[in-house]
């Protein structure tokens, strides 16, 4: 079995900045192609939340067009930057999707079994596992403890030591670190909200973050206490099962495709550079 995750699409309508300065739509429209054209095409693909930028039902039937070509079945996530109401009025046809309540969900139908947890709160930027959430995954998880799973969710479960993202982190990790310490079949956190691919050890599995499709979150590691976004290239990750032996395998996927002039938002303004980003070859 093969899960594609992509993450943090932000995508706008067609006069909104994230068009005009980051081209969201066109890079997310670049990454279903991508997907499309893997030679082991994923069995599915998750998007683990900030599916759009402000919650808008326009935003949603724009990323409904963007994804409708893809050839495999997609399961979304709400991050922060969404607006449950109206991603459940513009996907309605995605009967996996709670018609009430938190938009939490598992899905069963192939070898590694896929659940889906709501950490969106709104009006903030960081997340929340409550007493109800938590409660609901111990189900879900006790329902089937034999199940290599993969939980998936918007906001990680760790500080990454950028103090501007980890002041809008996970309320409520110590809880989910309790209830996976007790269901060892859970192979993988999967997580988005920081536009990087990063890895750590949590809770006896192993959690990490994708990054986005578009614009990256510039890797400015402490003494540094800006919030800056980058034009590095995007990327969706790909969890690959290969059995019980062998375990659950994540590959980086880089996103190939032309890219923006870097593009840098310092915490008080958008900052064009006008030189093109680095590239990068491919063999």
């Not at 990454?31 to 683990?48: E, F, G, K, M, Q």
């Not at 991050?79 to 991603?87: I, Q, V």
């Amino acid at each position: 079995m093969l899960i594609a995750q992509i993450s943090d699409t932000h995508v706008s309508t067609p006069t909104g900045a994230e068009d005009s300065l980051l081209r969201t739509s066109e890079h997310l429209a670049r990454a279903v192609a991508h997907l499309n054209r893997l030679d082991r095409r994923p069995d599915l693909v998750v998007i683990t939340g900030d599916l759009v930028d402000r919650g808008e039902v326009g935003e949603y039937e724009r990323l409904r067009e963007l994804l409708a070509p893809l050839r495999m079945p997609v399961f979304l996530l709400p991050g922060n930057h969404d607006e449950r109401d109206n991603l459940r009025r513009v996907f309605g046809e995605h009967g996996y999707l709670p018609r009430d309540g938190f938009l939490q969900y598992t899905v069963d139908d192939w070898p590694v079994r896929l659940v889906a947890l709501d950490t969106h709160v709104p009006g903030q930027a960081g997340g929340r596992l409550c007493g109800e959430r938590l409660a609901w995954l111990e189900a879900r998880l006790a329902e089937a403890p034999e199940r290599p799973t993969v939980v998936a969710m918007h906001h990680p479960p760790f500080a990454i030591g950028l103090p501007v993202m980890d002041a809008f982190g996970l309320d409520g990790s110590d809880g989910l670190a309790a209830v996976l310490g007790r269901h060892p079949q859970v192979e993988r956190v999967l997580c988005g909200h920081l536009h990087r691919p990063i890895v750590r050890r949590f809770a006896g599995t192993v959690a990490c973050t994708c990054p986005s499709t578009a614009h990256q979150l510039a890797l400015d590691l402490p003494p540094a206490t800006r919030l800056a976004f980058v034009m590095e290239p995007p990327a969706c990750m790909l969890h690959l099962w290969l059995g019980s032996d062998g375990g659950l395998v994540t590959h980086l996927s880089l996103i190939a495709g032309e890219h923006p002039p870097l593009t840098v938002h310092d915490g008080q303004g958008w900052i064009r550079d006008p030189r093109p980003p680095p590239g990068f070859h491919r063999a």
